[in-house]
């Protein structure tokens, strides 16, 4: 197989996330249950929002997009990672590992973005909801997801492209359950300085820029909510935002415990298990959180449902 380094290395053996036998069916049936649950609930969250018109809003716009990506993000590397507890030595090729690294780096910066417009969006309602329409309007939604996607795509590029130049020599096996660039590192038989600063520029940028407009975002929410007479006007504000701050404070937590520590601070067990609260536990929770906590999209639900038992009465009848 040619590769574009120096690599003696065809393919790699994922650990997976434990190698305790005991352990191996109940985490089998546990997160696949998860994985079911995240597919089921992120693609019954885009058919909501496509099907129904009053979900039409550059809210829902977002929340559709940020299902799309937990939909493919959580299937990058979760069917691998389940074989883990079935088989017992999981075999991932070279240019396999690369385009996991990719897709993995390209959607989990990508949904970094989308949360941070969500928090711009939700700043916009509140505090200017008389130019809400004009400041959100249809091209200025699409121009901010599509400035989310390529900075995906940068990013995605970047610490790819610089995994590419990295040599492997004989030890072949990852420990973790993907090709994860802090497992992948210690690998290498030559320097991983370069690599090592790409990882941590592109996931400082990626983590504190949209989690610092985020937070700014907020403040100002706050500050606008705290000035609204009415208790219910300001109880509707908070139920608009609280699921929002829920999905982001799980996400760039776990995701910052993971990334925004030196390589030599953190044990691989310790990234391993912060790394499934924002790989396989938010993507399960958005479309939870946000079809529990939402009432436009639990009346979207029922009137979906009770268009489809309607129908299959008529069928019957």
Known sequence: MALGN???VTEFILAGLTDQPDLQ????LLFLG???????????LIIL???NSHLHTPMYYFLFNLSFIDFWYSSVFTPKMLMNFILAKNIISYSGCMAQLFFFCFFVISECYVLTIMAYDRYVAICNPLLYNVVMSHQVCSCLLGWAYVMGFAGAMA?????LKVSFCDDNIINHYMCHASALLPLSCTSTYINELVVLIVVGTN????SVTIFTSYVLILSSILNISSSEGRSKAFSTCSSHVMVVAIFFGSASFTYLKPFYSQTVDQGKVSSVFYTNIVPMLNPLIYSLRNKDVQIALTNTLRKMFSRTEAEFS
């Open 207 to 210: 983590v504190i820029v949209p």
């Open 25 to 28: 069916l109940p985490l089998f």
């Open 34 to 44: 998860v994985y079911l649950i995240t597919l089921v609930g992120n693609l019954g």
């Open 159 to 163: 610490q790819t492209g610089f995994m």
């Open 6 to 8: 120096d690599s003696s």
């Open 49 to 51: 929002i496509m099907t």
